[in-house]
């Protein structure tokens, strides 16, 4: 298997790039793996956190 937080000499791992890039399938598969770091990109790159928040699983609604 191949580690998701392998960096680049920029520093940047494939959820940083999937998310820059708006590849949200590649970041849902990148955040179903437990092992992927889940840093949230920087605030002010709001493409990149738009494409990280879309991927996100939603939670099963909890009935009260």
Request: charged share 15%.
């Amino acid at each position: 298997r191949v580690n998701p937080n392998i960096t680049t000499q920029d520093g940047d791992t494939a959820l940083m790039i999937a998310a820059n890039s708006g590849h949200i399938p590649v970041l849902e598969l990148l955040l179903a793996d437990p092992r992927t770091a889940r840093d949230r990109p920087n605030a002010a790159n709001v493409p990149a956190c738009a494409a990280f928040d879309a991927a996100l699983p939603v939670p099963p609604f909890a009935a009260s």
